[in-house]
């Protein structure tokens, strides 16, 4: 029995997975994959201050790279267009020696990733008349294929939306495209019907929000280890009686009053204050007196119970413009938030803060701790990639189940 496991993180993102899967103190991160920047930034800052990697180890182990480019990120050897693109400051990158030079002869026991999710979603394909066929997003399972079939781990978890299981780019069902990508690597996932038992609610596992997220685990065909086993392991952790609520992650925060008349600070647009506010990352976005008042309006008269007929008429007299869809909705203390998504890197409108004498969208800190992640995680870049970057991560809570579960399966005696 190992002490710890070794794994890879595509599309690492800013580090959800990777934060949960360290976090259970049961797994050693060999390399972590993205492509932005701020989330590359991100990932190399937590683990300079959370997990004791020098800043030339932390530029080595989180590769900036395009996936796509998987036998160049693979075996190394860049052209010089490429240097120009990935290669970090001054220090000596992954740029000549690849994945199999930063890994070297270590056993990769574990890959897991989640590919850019929009060209799945069942809102993105709602918005796009073609459903998204031509998505090259759809097709990046392809790139996790090669990378889990040249280092051939135990297992792999490929996270998602639920709605990649009714997802047809090209008129065939994605998940049919993504079971014969493993199979003929090798690896046996849950195929049709089956795939229904992937799918988890993130509430039902500390996590202060409704979040459902569908895991594709991949064990190889001559594994001792059965699919099955991974689900009930995760299972197993499940508690529904005692779900997380909204106030349970923000309530003890500072709060954040508007002010009277929006201020000029440091060349930007403040509505708000606070007298004693130290935590980073928990100042609100700018929002106008109009939007203040709606607000405060929307909050106290529980506007979130009225018809969708009311809530389109409100934002009509409120806006003067028509719309199909509701543009207003609150927190409530005593629930679990909605799923954070990317799209609050736009705006807020859809998560207003629980409190109406607060009368402001939530904060970047907020949407962070309704992921789980820990209150000093310091995110990098600007406020929307923030936002952005916080609405694509897994839950960190639920990543730490999802290690622990993989842990004990495979610790088990064969």
Known sequence: MKNKYTFIDLFAGCGGLSEGL????????????????????????????????????????????DIQKT????????????????????????????LTGLIDKQKVDLIVGGPPCQAYSIHG???????????YRNYLFESFAKIVDFFKPEVFIFENVPGILSAKPGGTLVTERIYYAFKKIGYNIL?????????????????PQNRKRVLIVGVKNNSPFKIESFYEAINENKDEKNKQSVKDAIGMLPKIY???????KEGKN????????NISHHIPRYNNSRDVSIFRE???NKMNYISHKEKVDFYYRKTGRNTLYSKYRNLEWDKQSYTIVAHLYKDGLMFIHPDSEQARSITIREAAL??????????????????????????????????ESIFNILSEEK
Request: glycine share 6%; hydrophobic share 35%.
């Open 22 to 65: 360290l976090s259970s103190n049961k797994f050693e991160a060999l390399a972590h994959v993205e492509w932005e920047l701020p989330m590359v930034n991100t990932l190399r800052n937590r683990l300079i201050q959370k997990w004791g990697h020098s800043e030339s180890d932390s530029i080595k182990r989180v590769v900036h790279f």
């Open 71 to 98: 036998d160049e990120l693979i075996n190394g050897n860049w052209n010089n267009d490429s240097k120009k693109l990935y290669s970090s400051s001054n220090h000596v990158d992954i740029v000549n020696y690849g």
């Open 125 to 135: 394909r709602a918005t796009d008349s073609k459903s998204m066929k031509n998505d």
């Open 191 to 207: 195929k049709g019907n089956e795939l229904n038992e992937s799918i988890f609610d993130c509430s039902n596992f500390g996590i």
């Open 258 to 264: 508007p002010l009277k008349n929006a201020i000029k």
């Open 270 to 277: 403040v509505s708000h204050y606070s007298d004693n506010n």
């Open 298 to 300: 929307w909050v106290d």
């Open 370 to 403: 309704l992921m789980t992640f820990p209150i000093d995680y310091k995110f990098v870049g600007s406020n929307a990639y923030c936002y952005k970057m916080i609405g694509n991560a897994v839950p960190v809570a639920f990543s730490k189940v999802i290690g």
